[in-house]
């Protein structure tokens, strides 16, 4: 008989040691294979959701430091070697300290890595879109990977959390490039699913404490939800993760498309949970992307799928009162369509891809993002669809 998975859920009030150490040993105690699992391993890797420039960690945007910390001291259970790492732009000083990471932990034994110093290898992705791509060098060599994404919205993908997470173990530039070559929503959660194979998961612990709403994953709001989730499928974690702030499994690419490709459980029917119920956790007035309000799309005709694409991407459009010229916008952007006009950034609307790569990177909030008039009113529809959709079921 197939053991099902299995997603641990318990509670934190905040992000105070007394609170979030016993509520992630908690957590971890609910899944049995978690002792095993460390038994025996020298290295671990541990992936952390950051994203620089940074701002302050109480807008809600990476993985706390002190739940970062207090998986830390969870792990020296078992006396292994600890990295952290991740992508990281390293020109404006460490990011480690700018993002309060060294700081929280500086009593703690663990390595922190900026994964282009240690290098990537070249690895064949067994994908149906990516074939071979680069993949962090340090995070396949490790005995054990564990993954600490943050709950959160996001604009492009409507939402971020385990899967998505390990986007980050690629170089900067080639994430730039397939967001190039993926422009539509679908495709490219599904180029996220290819990378996401590419190194088994052995656990993924989520911080859920305090999770960003709206318009994600760096210009939405903090809201607290109050939890922790823990699990060794990472498909199950964000089918979880996801319906708690109101999204089913199918209506989330990543997760959808790990599910259909047998990479982890989507079907909250085949994922048992434990620790708190998830009827108990449910936040229902949680605030998604506007994009989101998209989400019947699925049960559009094919043919109709890009005209709705189309007219419900954002555009992003510069607050020239705000912008400071730092430039990390047009650093960032994969079609290099944002140039500096009188030391502000300008966006050419005609050439963009819609991927908001540029909204992700603003630390100024400078950056708002328009609707085409259709995609408002279709939003507007998709609304009433959607709570009416929530009260029957």
Known sequence: MMTRARVAISRAANYESKVIVPAIEKACSLIPETESLFRGRAKI?????????????????????????????????????????????????????????????????????????????????????????????????????????????????????????????????????????????????????????????????????????GEGPSSGNPRQVNLVLVSQDACALDAAAGKIIGLEPDQVFTTWHSHRRKLGAGDLKAIEIVGEKLEDVLVPDFKLSAIAF??????????????????????????????????????????HVIKMIDHRAWIDESHCLHCLCCHESCSYNSIRLKQKPVGRLIREAASLWHRTRSLVS
């Open 45 to 213: 890797f541990v992936k952390v959701n950051l994203l620089s420039p940074f701002s302050s960690v109480d807008r809600a945007i990476y993985t706390h430091p002190l739940f970062v910390r207090a998986v830390i001291e969870f792990l020296k259970n078992w006396n292994v070697s600890i990295t952290i790492g991740d992508d990281l732009d390293k020109r404006r000083g460490d990011p480690f300290v700018s993002s309060g990471l060294k700081p929280a932990l500086k009593d703690l034994d663990v390595e922190f890595s900026i994964l282009k110093d240690k290098g990537f290898q070249e690895v064949e992705t067994g994908g149906e879109l990516i074939k071979t791509t680069l993949f962090s060098r340090e995070a396949l060599e490790a005995d054990l990977l564990i993954n600490l994404p943050k709950l959160k919205t996001h604009s492009f993908t409507i939402f971020t959390g385990a899967i998505k997470n390990m986007f980050g173990l690629i170089p900067h530039g080639l994430r730039l490039k397939y967001h190039r070559e993926h422009i539509w929503n679908e495709d490219f959660s599904n180029a996220l699913v290819d990378i996401f194979n590419l190194r088994k998961l052995d656990l993924t612990i989520m911080d859920a404490v305090v999770a960003m709403e």
């Open 294 to 335: 998209g989400l019947f799309r699925r049960y559009l005709p094919s043919f109709l799928y890009p005209y709705f694409q189309h007219q419900l991407v954002f555009i992003p459009e510069i607050k020239r009162e705000q912008c400071t010229g730092c430039g990390d916008c047009q650093r960032a952007c994969p079609a």
